[in-house]
């Protein structure tokens, strides 16, 4: 029955790297050399349980840790600090900030960017015996809602600074670094970037061609090479840069270039930058190339240890994402605002525009995704503070949520103002431009989306592998066989052995968490059928593994909105009737999207149209555009 | 170098739009945004700048009111005030607190805290009331300055220019004083979120009216709170001729 064995090392090298890095941070399943090593051992290690709701649904298995309850990290204390800082923040956009001319200019002016650091928004979560804040991650969140919804361009300038540019030294420096660094970001006002991508290394980051050698005595290396669009690269003093250094492996003496994260002072000599990019949006944050030539960097000014750059790189990023929800959700609001202020006046046909039905559903929906991504925004940042290590691909998941819904958002609410909307001076073409960069940068949604599936495929596999080795040895193994027999033969004669959410969601919700539970268990049964199918080849069928993916963030996105439905019906929140709604029409539709992916991602039809997909694009590709003139074959 | 003492109020924050209690026992308040009085703002701000020009030695920022009042005093702190403290009333007894009750318990930290100088908003927003600085100047016998648009500081007197119908007057009181910030002294500064999270560690003092020997008894009764008549919709008129006749039938011209 279970013929399933190793599908984890063919990855294409850059996703593998990706994948393994991430999987090393997160330390729930076993990397690929622990497997080799595992092979020629009889007694196995179990593998290990993940407490990420995401990654235990590939198993088919309903992990509520870390989403039921919904999580409600703030003391009163903490509470109380945040309401207080939340108002000069919205002042400072009320009264200084004009993203208006922020955005016609391409830049922040003097007094604007003085108030930013005056009002310490560069430095929210440096301690504040640093110079900072110091606000936990769901703080934070609250703080960059404000941001979001008023100037992402500004939001894009803080965010380089702080939520990657130092956040490096927060997370990997060591007390000396801290100390001499981060009173420099915060009331020293020097900038930070985060300095990553190079031309030939996008996606895929572990490529990179800059390079830093250490020098004969060990007292510092030298490094050389240059980056592109770097967020603050025009304007940064304080860098953390990734290059490659030769490091020799102590066991086989070999000597390979591995990623190394430093961090950089523009004062090191030898660091300039391009001009500021011309850009669609975001305009008023500063993008330039960062060049490199003969940097002479103190050998103490590793981040992390030599070679482990990638995994610092990695979990910066991880570490930021919730706030790209959590700003988004900040844009989703203030736009559905503007567009619900227009359709409760116009009137067409005699009537507010609000009353028919075609707007009514837009309205809806956009106020779903934003109840959707709102949630995962506090549920993640919640569960982070909690001390919670196992939340990468839910902050993927709400990184491609949230990017996609806003710009859905956006985009539905200029088309609700019509004409109106697509006027500059509505204010909502400058948040559709500044959106379009959030599905791009910071791990494009495309390679999230392989992360996601691949990362929930490896760690099911390893469950399926540890199953395989229990009937190599059943005797041993009997309690582990026993459970999985049950499970299956319930499975087998349909009777219902999904999971059951109903003493986690409110009475009112039963409904929706059943078709949530059906989600996971035919997903899990999907997963483990494609691992049987595809064995280690499903690593590179991106076509089904977006489909997974996919199926896995509407499946996690249900579980959120049950779990902050829940607990405002719970607590008699005056919008709980409402929230109710939300959730319970997220979680039909919803569900319906995932059955149909999983679906997709099996059926045969499904699979011939993938490959004719494939096949249309190379056709496409070879002639270097449309194949096809013309119907007048001109 | 004066010791100032300002009076800060917690209201319903300027922008939230007030509503009525079904009982017409007052406005709602549960659960609704509160900030500084936003004249007290202008008073703190003022004290601060005394301070940053050494005129001033120590801020002592007082709020009269429930708990949150607190959150009140805390914006005080991160705005500059070296000190708070908090006259806790709450419940009933804050509901009928009239400006009486508030100078008097000004009236008495102000002696308590050898006080050169009491600076407070001219009104608050909530009660609209604009008798704080008068009653307390009167309970200390000192000088009063209200409505203050400038204050220059001589040697033991103040030069004080006043908003006054019609025009500004300038004044000169001895010190100690009472003055009234008005909406022209000065443009308040926002606390900075690393000033506030300095400000936790300021101390608040808390005292009740009755440590102060200040008698809180109701001085009113609270009959009924309505909101504003609505307004009526207007019309549109087809000409002059119309206006002018409208305008005539409701005896304008």
Known sequence: MIRVSKYISQTPKCLNKFIEINSRCLATQASPKTVKADEKKPAQKPAKESQSFTMNIFRGQLQPNQVFPYPEPLTEEQRETIVMLMDPMQKFFEEVNDPVRNDDESSINEKTSAALWELGAFGLQVPVEYGGAGLTNTQYAAGVEIVGA???????????????????????????????????????????????TEPTAGSDAGSIKTRAVKSADGSHYVLNGSKIWISNGGLAEIMTVFAQVPVTDPATGKTKDKVTAFIVERSFG??????????????????????????????????????????????????????????????????????????????????????????????????????????????????????????????????????????????ESIQIMGGMGYMKGTGLERVMRDLRIFRIFEGTNDILRLFVALTGIQYAGSHLQELQRAFQNPTANLGLLVE?????????????????????????????????????????????????????????????????????????????????????????????????????????????????????????????????????????????????????NL | MARVLVGVKRVIDYAVKIR???????????????????????????AVR???????????????????????????????????????????????????????????????????????????IDDDANQTAQMTAAVLDWPAGTFCSKVEHGSGELTITREVDGGLEVIKVKTPAVLSADLRLNEPRYATLPNIMKAKKKPIKKVSPKDLGVDTAPRIDIISVEDPPVRQAGSILPDVDALVAKLKEGGHI
């Open chain 1, 150 to 196: 008023n100037d992402l361009g500004v939001g894009i300038t803080l965010g380089a600074h702080q939520s990657i540019g130092f956040k490096g030294i927060l997370l990997f420096g060591n007390p000396e670094q801290k100390a001499k660094y981060l009173p420099r970001v915060t009331e020293g006002r020097e900038y930070a970037a985060f300095c990553l």
């Open chain 1, 270 to 411: 030898g660091v300039t930058n391009g001009p500021p990019e011309r850009k669609m949006g975001i305009k008023c944050s500063n993008t330039a190339e960062v060049y490199y030539e003969d940097v002479k960097i103190p050998a103490e000014n590793i981040l992390g240890q030599e070679g482990e750059g990638f995994k610092v790189a990695m979990n910066i990023l991880n570490n930021g994402r919730f706030g790209m929800a959590a700003a988004l959700s900040g844009t989703m609001r203030s736009c559905i605002k503007k567009a619900t202020d227009f359709a409760t006046q116009r009137l067409q046909f005699g009537q507010r525009i609000d009353s028919y039905g075609t707007i009514q559903e837009k309205i809806a929906r956009m106020s779903m995704v934003h109840y959707v991504t709102e949630s995962m925004a506090y549920m993640i940042s919640g569960n982070m503070d909690n001390g919670s290590q196992d939340y990468h691909l839910e902050a993927a998941i709400s990184k491609c949520f949230a990017s996609e819904s806003a710009w859905n958002v956006c985009d």
């Open chain 1, 484 to 632: 999985e027999a049950t499970r299956r033969a319930t499975r087998a004669v349909g009777l219902n052995s999904s999971p059951n959410f109903s003493h986690l969601v409110h009475p009112e919700l039963l409904e929706s968490a059943a078709l949530c539970a059906k989600s996971i268990q035919s997903f899990g049964q999907a997963i483990e059928a494609a691992l049987v199918k595809y064995k280690r080849g499903i690593v590179n069928e991106q076509f089904i593994l977006n489909r997974y993916a996919q199926a896995a963030m509407d499946t996690y996105a249900m579980a959120v909105v049950l779990s902050r439905a829940t607990m405002s019906l719970n607590k008699n929140l005056p919008s709980a009737a409402h929230e109710l709604l939300m959730a319970q029409a997220w979680c039909a539709e919803a569900s319906g999207r995932v059955a149909y992916n999983l679906n997709v991602a099996s059926a045969g039809k499904h699979l011939d149209i993938f490959s004719k997909f494939g096949k249309i694009s190379r056709n496409v590709c070879e002639s270097g555009g449309i194949v096809q003139s013309n119907p007048l």
């Open chain 2, 20 to 46: 009525v209690k079904p009982d017409k026992s007052g406005v709602v308040t549960d659960g609704v945004k509160h900030a500084m009085n936003p004249f007290d703002e202008i008073a703190i701000e003022e």
């Open chain 2, 50 to 124: 005394m301070k940053e020009k050494k005129l001033a030695s120590e801020i002592i920022a007082v709020s009269c009111g429930p708990p949150q009042a607190q959150e009140t005093i805390r914006t005080a702190l991160a705005m500059g005030a070296d000190r708070g403290i908090h006259v806790e009333v709450a419940g009933a007894e804050y509901d009928t607190l009239q400006p009486i009750h508030v100078s008097k318990i000004l009236a008495k930290l102000a002696q308590d805290e050898k006080a050169d100088i009491v600076i407070v908003g001219k009104q608050a």
